[in-house]
């Protein structure tokens, strides 16, 4: 762990807990009175712990990281923005370790994971009989959650990283500083983490709990599909086929009859399985960072980041498929840049991009699923064309791509906002598009519905990866991003990170 993590962990770990706990708290607890190893007495320091974890390792700063990897993939191109910083997930060689605006992306997760290890390591001393039935091993297999999704991200993000797992016990910052760990064994580790939410976590979170809060937690049934994701990574055809069949077969989730329900008030449609939840302060924060680089100014002639036009002509265009009409706005405008295809709303209630009072504040606070059933599914179709059908049938992966193509139909479905594009003569909503046959399915068929299913949700710049690994040619994706090598797939360190670490934690190669 680095010197600034050390230094500042104890206030940090505090200040976010209290902050993210209620005002009754603050009064009976002030921070300045509080004893860190004194504070894990009672399951309330464990919940309060546990919320603090949360609120770094999914924060702004991780939102910044996913946002970083649309813009990498095929998705997000820049605008009117710089291509330094957040830009050049676009431009790799005009990435530097300063990373303009995203050194939080780093440096909250990890002490995010600071946070976990302290829980971890403190909750073993709270007695079992204080907690509710089965609570103690729930929180453990919340917080192994957190800390094995943030090693999942650091892995695929940065490739190298530090990997931090027990508490300093020296005070001396030259004794806590970290070398960094390998990519293969940061997944090693987060697999690890993931399999003991697995382990630890129940069928569902206590019925206490609504619909809402379950989808915001840790669960076993998204450590099985993060696990899944490793598996895929490594080629582990039947693991990660088993994993996605138990969620399947759970009966816990179910894909939703309307595609929009899974975006359409606050994300908690019975299909996803995981979501950030967070509240905006001021215009922008949290997911708004989506509003602040993709659709800021609704009278603005562009944005600062915008859709790649290969991603909507990956559709039958127009109001033929909900996915890309709900999702974009401002398609085929003229007078813009070759590659431009519109504006990415799908996280907004008020797709025009405008603040209005009571209306589009609320979209700032809108939940973002990090993982559905559709991804499950489409984990499980590929895993059954990459075993050469060992695993099942093209007609099970036909049925798993024909579901998600036949509900991109949608006879209500309405423009957002006036769109000369539609018919409002015959007004037919989204009409659909034609159903798969046996002969179509190969792996580019999976490959490309999962393209259109999934835009802006985090997992195509990780597929990009993971495809160009398995071919072991890079060219098409190094192509994407203006990368000059392969180590530039990855992001480096950030400046302040190395030089914390006094020359202990060296750089990552290719910067």
């Known amino acids: ?25 603050l009064n009976e607890k002030p921070l300045h009175q509080i004893d860190l190893e004194n504070f894990y007495t009672q399951p309330i320091d464990a919940e309060i712990g546990l919320t603090g974890a949360y609120s770094r390792i999914i924060s702004k700063g991780m939102m910044q990281n996913l946002f970083f990897f649309s813009i990498s993939a095929d998705e997000i191109t820049n605008g009117t923005a710089t291509q330094t910083g957040i830009g050049s997930g676009e431009n790799r060689e005009l ?31 709270i007695p079992d009989d204080k907690f509710a039935s089965g609570r103690k091993d729930e929180i453990m ?31 001396l910052p030259e004794d806590n500083f970290l070398e960094k760990s390998p990519q293969e064994e940061i997944l090693a580790q987060a697999m690890f983490d993931l399999s003991k939410a697995d382990s630890l976590l129940p069928v569902r979170l206590g019925n206490d709990k609504s619909e809402h809060d379950v989808r915001g937690r840790a669960s076993k049934w998204a450590a099985k599909a993060f696990k899944a994701r490793i598996h895929m990574w490594n080629s582990e055809w039947d693991k990660a086929y088993a994993e996605c069949k138990a969620i399947v077969e759970s009966n816990q ?33 949290f997911i708004g960072v989506y ?29 033929k498929d909900v996915r890309l009409e709900y999702s974009v706005r401002a398609i085929g405008r003229s007078g813009t840049p070759s590659n431009y295809g519109g504006r990415n709303v799908k996280h907004f209630k008020v797709p025009s ?7 589009s504040d609320e979209s700032r606070d809108k939940n ?10 489409l984990m499980m179709a590929e895993a059954i064309i990459q075993s050469n059908y060992s695993l099942g049938t093209k007609e099970e992966v036909l049925a798993i791509l024909n579901e998600l193509r036949a509900r991109a139909a949608d006879p209500e479905f309405r423009p957002r906002e006036e769109d000369s594009r539609y018919d409002y003569d015959a007004n037919k909503g989204c009409e659909g598009i034609e159903l798969l046959t046996v002969d179509d399915i190969n792996l580019q068929a999976v490959k490309d519905e999962k393209y259109r299913e999934l835009a802006f949700e985090f997992i195509r710049w990780f597929d990009l990866l993971r495809w160009s690994r398995m071919e072991d040619n890079y060219e098409s994706v190094m192509a994407l991003v203006n990368a000059s090598s392969v180590d530039r797939l990855y992001l480096p360190i950030p400046q302040s990170q190395i030089e914390a670490n006094k020359g202990i934690l060296k750089q990552n190669p290719g910067y």
């Open 353 to 359: 991009g405008e603040v209005i009072q009571g209306v």
């Open 141 to 171: 297999g919340e917080a192994h959650f957190l800390r094995g999704w943030a090693f999942y991200i650091f892995a695929m993000g940065y490739r190298d990283v530090q990997m931090q797992l027990e508490v300093p016990t020296s005070s």
């Open 95 to 125: 990435a530097t370790s300063a990373l303009w605006g995203m050194g939080q992306g780093y440096n909250e997760p990890m002490v995010g994971i600071a946070n976990i290890n302290l829980l971890l390591k403190k909750i073993t001393d």
């Open 368 to 377: 973002t699923p990090l993982m559905r059933l559709a991804e499950v599914k």
């Open 253 to 285: 989730f179910n894909m939703a009859e309307r595609w929009i329900n899974i975006f359409a008030g606050e994300n908690n449609d019975p299909e996803v399985i995981w979501q950030a939840q967070g509240q905006s302060r001021e215009e922008y924060d």
């Open 1 to 25: 762990m680095n010197r600034n993590i050390v230094a500042t962990i104890s206030i940090i770990l505090f200040s976010v807990f209290i902050l993210s706990c209620s005002e009754e708290f």
């Open 291 to 319: 509003r602040w680089y993709c659709d800021a100014n609704a009278g603005q002639a562009l944005p600062p980041y915008m859709v790649e036009k290969n991603l909507t002509n990956a559709f039958e265009v127009p109001y």
